[in-house]
């Protein structure tokens, strides 16, 4: 009797769900059927080499990045959109995972991953892998670019060619459509990790103080633009002296920070540039006519899409959905059944059979 009721106390410990997994270089997107997003986090992982184990993970290790002790590392299981650790990158989704199930162990799930577009045989089955070693069963993948346009609403199904770009921390990727057919997807590693980079530099090279990518990332968001704005800012920020090792304070414009943020910028713009001289001449009139639509956190930069349109020539529509809009995709792949299979990367899904 005592080993029945321990039987079934077990099963209740064990899920069987749904799950969209969006595993990106800079956040990680959960969302679970029933209960939406339940998880939006950074990507973030701090390790403890003196106990060999995760401390913590998303913000919370976030939140020690360059604040703690020799013995703990803050790192990023991914980069450039792929995994570069997989066992850190099994252990945060695990972590993740447990915070939104209480401890519940998963069995027999349906996990949907975003994998970045074009990526390789190794690269796809690394997401494939840690999905399957997390507790998925059946597994399927669906490229990044191909779930912000379902994520933002696109009408695929009724328009002759339409293109998205999905800006994000690590990467700019790409996705073509031609009456709801892919007709190519395309990713460069270049993204918001790069502008973030290239504050620290430029305030290194101009101000001969260090900042950490946490100040960085937030003269981005507050003070950064890709076109010159009307009002000119100016803000006060702390740093270590290059000279002295002492804290210093300096003082900063948005039309430098501006400056700083240009190149990377143009890298951007170029990736753009390429992907549209790879779109079929039949659809140049469909696309001049829709638009290139735009989602992700660099997308968010301001004044992006006035760069990008007075040097393609083309309008730039800014989804409201923003970074949220990759995860959104894969929920309505995710719910879809059969109207959305023709999108995942392989004809048929992954089993464990172990």
Known sequence: MEKAVSIVGSLKNILSVDLAVDMGTTRTRIFVRGSGVALDEPSFTAVSYR????????????????????????????????????????????????????????????????????????????????ALQVGGREVELIEAPVAVALGIGMPIEQTRGLVVFGLGGGTTQTAVFAAGEVIFTASDPVGGEDLTEAIVAGIRKNHKILIGSHTAEQLKISMGSAYPMDKDETREIYGKSVVDGLPRAVFVSNWEIREMMEHPLNQIVNTI???????????????????????????????????LEHITGVKCITSKKGQLACIAGAERVLLGGKQFSRYTISTHSRRFTG
Do not use: W
Request: hydrophobic share 45%; glycine share 10%.
């Open 51 to 130: 106990e060999g184990e995760v401390v913590s993970v998303g913000k919370e290790a976030y939140k020690l990045f360059g604040r703690c002790p020799p013995h703990i590392d803050v790192v990023k299981p991914l980069g450039k959109g792929v995994i570069e650790n997989f066992e850190v990158a099994e252990s945060m989704l695990r972590e993740f995972l447990e915070q939104i199930f209480r401890r519940k162990a998963l069995l027999g799930a349906r996990i949907l991953m975003v994998a970045p577009a074009g990526a390789t045989d190794v690269e796809r089955k690394a997401f494939e892998d840690i």
């Open 273 to 307: 540039k390429a992907a549209l001289e790879r779109v079929p001449p039949e659809l140049s009139e469909d696309i001049k006519r829709n638009g290139l639509h735009l989602a992700g956190g660099s997308s968010m930069v301001r004044g992006f899409p006035n760069l």
